[in-house]
T-cell receptor, first 110, second 115 residues
Framework: QKEVEQDPGPLSVPEGAIVSLNCTYSNSAFQYFMWYRQYSRKGPELLMYTYSSGNKEDGRFTAQVDKSSKYISLFIRDSQPSDSATYLC??????????FGAGTTVTVRA | DAGITQSPRHKVTETGTPVTLRCHQTENHRYMYWYRQDPGHGLRLIHYSYGVKDTDKGEVSDGYSVSRSKTEDFLLTLESATSSQTSVYFCATKLDGGSRLDTQYFGPGTRLTVL
């Protein structure tokens, strides 16, 4: 079983819509969760991270962890065409490795 | 920007030929990683290094070898390239292994096609 699973999409939304991205993970002991954003033909870059459970907000982005269901989510409010990218969830099983989901490609239509 | 460069950025080669990809960093980060990215699979770890001459396997290491003779350089070698190794390869670095909150910084990627 993969440590983290993510629906690869793709997802296409109109500008201004709320984008909802989700991942599930296998091990309830995981506590560190990340979201990376990857623009086309670029390397991924860290967007947000959360520790344990609950919500974390950063501008239009909200990361949410539900440990009871082993579910992590990323919400993008008031989406913009510049948000068009691939979003990868990741979990940190130890101090030096990351396990990534498959990535969801999002297109925001102007 | 963690100052990571990868070379070459694009390469087309033939089955059975050896290929070496280079990752160079200027941040003096201890950890370096090689990933491959394929549609539907996300990023999968090939090998990583936790210091000069200290390396270990990732989840998809078969057919790949690595070397790190200097802190700043991490080489990935395909001894005999196969078509299944056609992929985009990313190098990443991490300051240290002491904190999970230290992010991994990624290079721009190398697009490899094996014919």
């Amino acid at each position: 079983q993969k440590e983290v699973e993510q629906d690869p999409g793709p997802l296409s939304v109109p500008e201004g819509a709320i984008v909802s991205l989700n991942c599930t993970y296998s091990n309830s002991a995981f506590q560190y969760f990340m979201w990376y954003r990857q623009y086309s033909r670029k390397g991924p870059e860290l967007l947000m991270y959360t520790y344990s459970s609950g919500n974390k907000e950063d501008g239009r982005f909200t990361a949410q962890v539900d440990k009871s269901s082993k579910y992590i989510s990323l919400f993008i409010r008031d989406s913009q065409p510049s948000d068009s990218a691939t979003y990868l969830c990741a979990i940190s099983p130890n101090d030096y490795k990351l396990s990534f989901g498959a990535g969801t490609t999002v297109t925001v239509r102007a | 920007d963690a100052g990571i460069t990868q070379s070459p950025r694009h390469k087309v080669t033939e089955t059975g030929t050896p290929v070496t990809l280079r990752c160079h960093q200027t941040e003096n980060h201890r950890y370096m990683y090689w990933y491959r990215q394929d549609p539907g699979h996300g990023l999968r770890l090939i090998h990583y290094s936790y210091g000069v001459k200290d390396t270990d396997k990732g989840e998809v290491s078969d057919g790949y070898s690595v070397s790190r003779s200097k802190t700043e350089d991490f080489l990935l070698t395909l001894e005999s390239a196969t078509s299944s190794q056609t992929s985009v390869y990313f190098c990443a670095t991490k300051l240290d292994g002491g904190s999970r909150l230290d992010t991994q910084y990624f290079g721009p990627g190398t697009r490899l096609t094996v014919l």
